[in-house]
């Protein structure tokens, strides 16, 4: 507990302009927001001065983008990693993280929650990988952001909703020199109306929108006291093509709130905040990050097939996704693909000879059709085939 001060809440109010969206600021002393393009679900890198912590990690298929946005930030060791809810799309991507050799110094998760049982909990598992334990937040907790300035403060958990998780989100504003942000997680109407019920100061110059714009969100009331300069949403029109919700983003407009779409860039969008002014630069992945020539020849006998028809290839930091089980193979560190050659990867299922080893349970079950993909680096599918 000792990255956790308890106190009364104690928020600041500014008056916050929002300028030059159009255009990437220098990083400097600026805190940073990368939201990650992680489909329909949640991946926040925050970087304030050396501090940098991961808020959700989307679902296991986006780990590329996620390690691209790290990259492009410089980051290559996480203080915290917090968790908003046990939702897939927010907590996918935990068994990758905590399985990968990126440092984590603690895991945080809302103190509220139904149905989920704390050691079968996705923090305490991931934790558990790293033989660390979890802290449970509720609010009035306060996280420092290492010698920043910079602080997290916990608005929600305070009571258990009884109806869903969404409701139980972790929702924290951060608080720095440089302007505020609110992550407010995939809470609901009614913890909106909790929140302003209480009269918390939710001014901030970024809103990450919660529950990726549905329409049980952001009323016109909760919009206003936000006031912010610039929503960013997460989602993906073609996961949930009713979000964002039209209404959500003419509430947000209507009280001066700019909106931008995780979806606009194949990374994500990159937001830097100094001086109370947020900017945005849309993030696409780096030249040379393509998996040119390589495809999906063959998935059969429990054995997935690689094919290259162009150059030697270097699959380090690529995976393949089983859509049934929702299971991520990670490529070994030097696994490369010559050209013109096939890899071969078996799992439990496989019969006969294969070149490496994908030890997940119901990956191509005999009697179950799935779906493998392959994706590049920074997280790109590159192929897909069904299984028969």
Known sequence: ????????????????????????????????????????????????????????????????????AMERLGVDALDAVFLTHPDDDHAGGLAWLAESDIPVGAWYASGAFIEVKPKKHPIAKAAAARDQEPVWLMRGDRIPLGDS??????????????????????????????GRMLFAGDMELPLEAA??????????????????AD????????????????AVISTSTEEKPETPDPGVVARLEAAGTRCAVTQEAEIGLLVALRDGEPSLERVDAPDGAALEGVSVASVEAGVITLANDGADV?????????????????FPDGTVLPAGGALSVGTPSADGDFDLLWDAKKVLNKSKADEIALYDRCGRQVDARETP
């Not at 270097?314 to 990670?330: M, Q, W």
């Open 215 to 230: 329409d049980d969100t952001v009323s016109a009331a909760f919009a206003r006291a936000c006031a912010a300069r610039l």
């Open 1 to 68: 507990m000792k990255h956790i001060l308890r106190a009364a809440a104690a928020w600041l109010t500014a008056a916050l302009l929002l300028g030059g969206c159009a255009g990437a600021a220098d990083a400097g002393d600026a805190v940073e927001l990368f939201a990650v393009n992680v489909g329909k679900g949640d991946a926040l890198l925050v970087r304030a001065g050396d501090y940098a912590c991961l808020i959700d990690a989307g679902k296991p298929w986006a780990m590329g983008r996620v390690r691209c």
């Open 314 to 330: 270097d699959l380090t930091g690529c995976s393949l996704y089983s859509a049934r089980s929702d299971a991520l193979f990670p």
């Open 149 to 178: 300035g910079a602080a997290f403060t916990v608005l929600a958990p305070f009571e258990t909703f009884p109806d869903k998780d969404d409701n139980n989100s972790l929702v924290m504003l951060l608080e720095s020199p440089q």
């Open 195 to 212: 929140l302003l019920q209480k009269g918390d100061d939710l001014s901030c110059a970024v809103l990450k929108v919660p529950n990726h």
